[in-house]
């Protein structure tokens, strides 16, 4: 026959491997007096001797057995059921300390730490109490403590922060800021007080829980959980079934926020509520609060600041902020277009429709930012799918060869994009459009619009060399184009080709012809010859010519110049 059976000198040995760490005796020691219904609790660290004094004046302690005395637990029948002490606690003491004294009731106990954890007999005794201050309540000293007084100090104020009742270190009243007060709101959970994130601080039975940012800057809603929350051994640092406990918390708080807004929305504001209240809405994911609000807030309008482009990992970072929000009133009247929409991908192609878009003046907004059912969804204007057409007449059709984009140049005085009920004439920004061109007009370089032909991006990193020749070489090739128009000088395109080498790209040289000078200092002078001199000019070489093989011929001396 077997039966469960423990052995116990190992099980309280191997106790001090349950406690989270050597200051968790502070927070025991502070519960103890809040459960022994002490009106403060004193705490004091001699760092020099070592030793850690906790004073209270609760109930005190009647049989110094029951606090040495493993699983078992002194405490009232409603401390009891309401905070379900594993009788545990003191133990840390144990472990934190090599000596301990218990000055309570008229009685005193010390002992060591290191006799006490091998079961050896401790004598308690009488004692005549003269100092009043602890005629009630309890002291207890813990000698040889291995603590600094710094981390004695940022335990006992990490621990003060939800504590009930008012803490003193070395003498001084510790600020609890996140105490129960008026403030604080009752709910399925416990006391809640909310704050304007999504942050939550968890405390039970005044402690804080290790999963909450303790931070002492750290701001956040905060709760003190009800009894039903249960704390895990020892020392209930963590809660039972953890996980699932902190999914329940969440959603209670988020529930809470969801009411204070619905409250909220009734007596501000509509511009106030929105401004102040989206975000966080957005935050708890409890935007569905504003789908009959008829205002949409500034943070979540964008408008287009330059030339739509690819813009890699960066989204949409040729638009800024907007300066105001829209209005349900401006957006049915039409006043104000809404759209989205930015090509990500080499095939998607419509920024003609961006390009409208921003020419127009409309107001960018994500439809992911709005709950299903929002009223502003059935207003947005989706680029992707606008149809637009693009109206220009020709004025030059030539090949560019970058070294990331190849395309077609097409220059115009200007273009009209149109769709529907919307139109717009452009003069001084290009755009590219299906057919593989690139619509230059007047007023424009082009070069804006290289990032809409190509992302430019090597390596996740964006290239600007690879950009920044792209770019020179389209501004030659422009400009070039534009000079044969009206019949100008190519001397500046030559003198660019001498330069890069680029003579491929730039196929207005073709049938040009031009003369050049280098001086000395390698530098080069360029004559261009018009078509019509180019027969004077064939003329007169042929004429140098012959009269170099003439006087070659002569050089025996027998016809000399005159």
Not at 252 to 265: G, Y
Not at 294 to 303: D, K, R, T, V
Request: glycine residues 6%; negative net charge.
């Amino acid at each position: 026959m077997i039966k469960l059976a423990i052995n116990q000198n190992r099980l309280v040995q191997n106790l001090r491997y349950a406690f989270t760490d050597k200051a968790t005796v502070i927070a025991e020691l502070m519960q103890n007096a809040r459960r022994a219904g002490s009106p403060w609790v004193d705490i004091s660290f001699d760092d020099t001797e070592k030793t850690l004094t906790i004073r209270d004046q609760g109930c005190g302690i009647a049989d110094f057995q029951q606090i040495l005395t493993l699983a078992q637990s002194e405490w009232s029948e409603g401390v009891q059921d309401e905070e379900f002490p594993f009788g545990m606690g003191f133990f840390s003491a144990l472990f934190a300390a090599n000596e301990v004294e218990i000055i309570s009731r008229n009685r005193k106990v010390s002992f060591k730490t290191e006799h006490a954890l091998a079961f050896g007999e401790i004598n308690d005794e009488p004692m005549d109490i003269v100092n009043l201050a602890i005629k009630k309540g309890t002291v207890i000293r813990l000698f040889g403590v291995e603590l600094t007084c710094t981390e004695v100090e940022y335990a006992v104020l990490k621990y003060a922060k939800g504590f009930p009742i008012p803490v003193y270190f070395q003498g001084q009243l510790i600020d609890r800021p996140r105490a129960v007060n008026a403030d604080f709101i009752e709910s399925d959970i416990g006391l809640v007080r909310l704050a304007k994130n999504t942050n939550i601080l968890c405390y039970l039975q005044g402690m804080p829980i290790s999963s909450s940012p303790n931070n002492f800057h750290v701001n956040g809603n905060v709760v003190h959980l009800s009894s039903i929350f249960k704390g895990r051994m020892p020392d209930r640092d963590t809660l039972v079934n953890q996980t699932d406990e902190e999914k329940k918390i969440k959603e209670a708080v988020r529930q809470l926020w969801r009411n204070k807004l619905l409250s909220l929305k009734m007596e501000m504001n509509e511009v106030e509520f929105a401004n102040a209240y989206w975000r966080l809405a957005g935050d708890w994911n409890i935007r569905d609060v504003f789908n009959d609000h008829s205002y949409l807030p500034a943070e979540i309008l964008s408008c287009y600041d330059e030339t739509p482009r690819f813009v890699g990992c960066v989204t949409n970072s040729y638009m800024i902020r907007s300066n105001h929000g829209v209005s349900k009133t401006q957006v049915e009247s039409g006043e104000i277009v809404l759209c989205y929409g930015s090509p990500e991908y080499d095939d998607e192609v419509f920024w003609s429709a961006a390009t409208l878009a921003k020419r127009l003046n409309w107001i960018y907004v994500d439809p992911s930012l709005l709950s299903e059912g929002h009223w502003a969804l059935s207003h947005i204007v989706d680029l992707s799918s606008l149809p637009v057409d693009v109206d220009y007449i020709p004025i030059a059709d030539v090949k560019f060869m970058g070294l990331q984009v190849w395309t077609n140049v097409v220059l115009c005085q200007s273009y009209t994009l149109t769709s529907g009920k919307y139109s717009v004439v452009v003069d001084d920004e290009s755009v590219f459009v299906r057919g593989n061109k690139l619509l230059t007009p007047e007023n424009s370089k082009g070069v804006e619009s290289l990032r809409q032909i190509d992302h430019y991006i090597c390596n996740d990193d964006f290239d600007h060399a690879s950009h920044d020749e792209d770019t020179g070489l389209l501004i030659c090739l422009v400009n070039a184009e534009r000079r044969k128009l009206v019949g100008g000088s190519q001397v500046d395109t030559m003198q660019n080709v001498l330069m890069t080498g680029h003579l491929n790209s730039l196929g207005c040289l073709a049938e040009s012809v031009f003369i050049t000078r280098i001086d000395e200092n390698l530098n080069a002078e360029i004559i261009q010859i018009c078509e019509d001199d180019l027969n004077h000019f064939n003329q007169f070489l042929e004429t140098l010519s012959s009269s170099r093989r003439f006087s070659s011929s002569s050089s025996d001396g027998l016809i000399q110049p005159s």
